[in-house]
């Protein structure tokens, strides 16, 4: 069983939150607690593996419980689930050790998935705030550029079509968008998106990301989306 720790001051939001937690499979909820001061209180004694973590608190706030936690508790992971998705909170939660961030209108299932993603190690991120991520890591005002070939050899044996998707990842497609780009069929890019998954030890999209960026598989400073405007919300590998 994951063991949830929930910290949100709004008492609407939170009694809706532990009503979700009861609904959740393998996850048993030790505490829902009003404010930052608490859920740091509450970690330490009860050694939760996630806190779901609201950023705006009265007292000591969602950011600096993120980081208090992140140095005392190092085995419990933080769960950003907040209205805001702007540069101004997402950063500094995720500087401050948060390993997953939502906003609040993110789905039952999304929140399920990602509580069970961080409490497994990995890291689960928004669509919505993955551009602001990457900008940021990259130094960059937009979207990361369309994929060029990479000089020298690629890293842990991936092909040149994998860095190529990979690359596209990076941008923030889809698997449709790719697929589309690339013209190839969705079950071919999930083939892609799996083997580069093994090849490079990422176990989520986000963790992909900083692969791409880190080997320097892609770059800021283009339009890496497709026409139309909005993304899909594309969960799926």
Do not use: W
């Amino acid at each position: 069983m994951i063991r949830l720790l929930i910290a949100d001051d709004q008492r609407t939001v939170r009694d809706g939150l532990v009503l979700l937690a009861g609904t959740l499979d393998g996850v048993e909820l030790l505490a829902a607690v009003a404010d930052g001061a608490e859920a740091v209180a509450q970690a330490r004694a009860l050694a939760p593996d996630v806190v779901l973590m609201d950023l705006k608190m009265p007292g000591l706030d969602g950011v600096a419980a993120t980081r208090e936690i992140a140095a005392s508790c190092p085995g419990v992971a933080v769960l950003v689930l907040t209205t805001y998705a702007d540069d101004e909170t997402l950063l500094p939660a995720l500087r401050a050790g948060a390993r997953g961030y939502l906003t609040k209108d993110a789905s039952a299932e999304e929140i399920e998935a990602a509580i069970h993603a961080v409490a497994a190690g990995g890291t689960y991120l928004d669509p919505a705030v993955q551009a602001q991520v990457i900008a940021a890591a990259t130094g960059g005002g937009g979207e990361p550029a369309a994929p060029s070939a990479p000089a020298g050899p690629l890293p842990d044996e991936l092909t040149p079509r994998e860095a190529e998707v990979l690359a596209l990842v990076a941008g923030g497609l889809s698997n449709a968008e790719i697929a589309a780009r690339l013209v190839v069929s969705h079950a071919t890019v999930k083939t892609h998106i799996n083997r580069i998954f093994s090849k490079t030890g990422a176990r989520d999209r986000a963790q992909a990301v900083r692969y791409a960026y880190a080997h320097g598989l892609a770059a800021p400073g283009g339009e890496a989306s497709a026409p139309g405007g909005d993304r899909p919300r594309d969960r799926d590998r």
